[in-house]
């Protein structure tokens, strides 16, 4: 005698959900490219279908066993974190019959090698890579899947604000004490850096990946880190030290600045993208001198970033 499926019963309360599923799901599987190398990572992933009113529950062993077994065909290879989660999306549509959409995340964390500024010497640096793959179930049976990736990165922003301030008090300490010319303070001001405060901002850009279009994470790194003042390196001597800090107080930028330099560098490093590629910027700076952090966001297509550009 067949045991009653509680899942399959009518709920007490009859309406639809539209995320139910499993979150903080690891797999040790392969490698993700990245930098057009591959690199190990232990993603995370957050698995969800939609429910039907008439269903009382999901058949939630059923989510974990997709993901097992869809990526144990990628396990000792290399493959892209979202078209990983693509697959996933799709595969879940398939196993649940009943649901119309699913939605799968993966985020990890890469390991990149860089060299100090100044003494040359290797430091490895992480960002964290995340993706997400949305799937519908259409009418006729076709599954159809959107894919998003993304990088987050701490960089090191310097306040411009703070920096004219004690740039004018310099120069009239200067001029009043030294009792030197104005265009000779200019000069030795131009030559000197200014202190002002600093923080570790972080960054994050998303954006669509169409299908037959493969996005190169790293490039989305230096997105990120060019639009900062400076970036931050784990190892760090003395010489290095002094040189961040002295490209940091150089390129002083709010996180509203970071942000539109995002954008802008994300047009010169994929040309190629369509103008109807959306994206999300993101900039969180962890205030030195406050106890509160500072936010900024946009949400926009290529085409608006081009059109905005130009004006």
Do not use: W
Request: glycine share 6%.
């Amino acid at each position: 005698m067949r045991s009653l499926d509680i899942q399959e019963t009518k709920p007490d309360v009859a309406i639809s959900l539209r995320k139910v599923g499993a979150i903080g799901i690891k797999m040790p599987i392969g490698f993700v490219s990245f930098d057009n190398k591959p690199v190990m990572v232990v993603p995370t992933f957050s698995v969800f279908i939609d429910l039907p009113a008439k269903q009382k529950g999901i058949h939630a062993s059923r989510n974990y066993e997709v993901i097992s077994e869809t990526l144990s065909r990628y396990v000792g290879k290399t493959y892209k974190l979202e078209n990983l989660c693509a697959s996933v999306a799709r595969e879940l549509l398939k196993r649940h019959r009943y649901a119309t959409r699913s939605e799968v995340k993966g985020q990890g964390q890469a390991i990149f090698e860089r060299r100090a500024p100044k003494t040359g010497m290797m430091s490895y640096e992480y960002c964290n890579i995340m993706a997400k793959a949305i799937a519908r179930k259409m009418q006729d049976g076709k599954i159809l899947a959107k894919k998003t990736v993304g990088v987050g990165v701490t960089g090191v922003t310097a306040c411009p604000c703070a920096q004219e301030i004690l740039r004018e008090r310099s120069k009239k300490a200067i001029t009043e004490d030294v009792k030197l010319a104005k265009n000779v303070v200019d000069r030795v001001m131009a030559k000197v850096p200014v202190a002002t405060h600093m923080q570790r901002t972080y960054g994050t850009v998303t954006m669509d990946v169409p299908d037959g279009t493969d996005v190169n994470a790293m490039k989305l790194v230096h997105v990120i880190e060019d639009s900062m003042s400076a970036s931050t390196v784990e190892l760090l001597k003395r010489p290095d030290e002094g040189e961040i800090v002295r490209l940091a107080v150089s390129r002083p930028r709010f996180a509203e600045d970071s942000i539109r330099y995002m954008m802008r560098n994300v047009v010169k490093k994929f040309p190629e993208l369509p103008n109807n590629i959306r994206l999300v910027f993101t900039a969180r700076s962890r205030e030195s001198i406050h106890k509160h952090d500072f936010f900024a966001q946009r949400s926009i297509t290529m085409g608006e970033i081009r059109k905005e550009l130009k004006q």
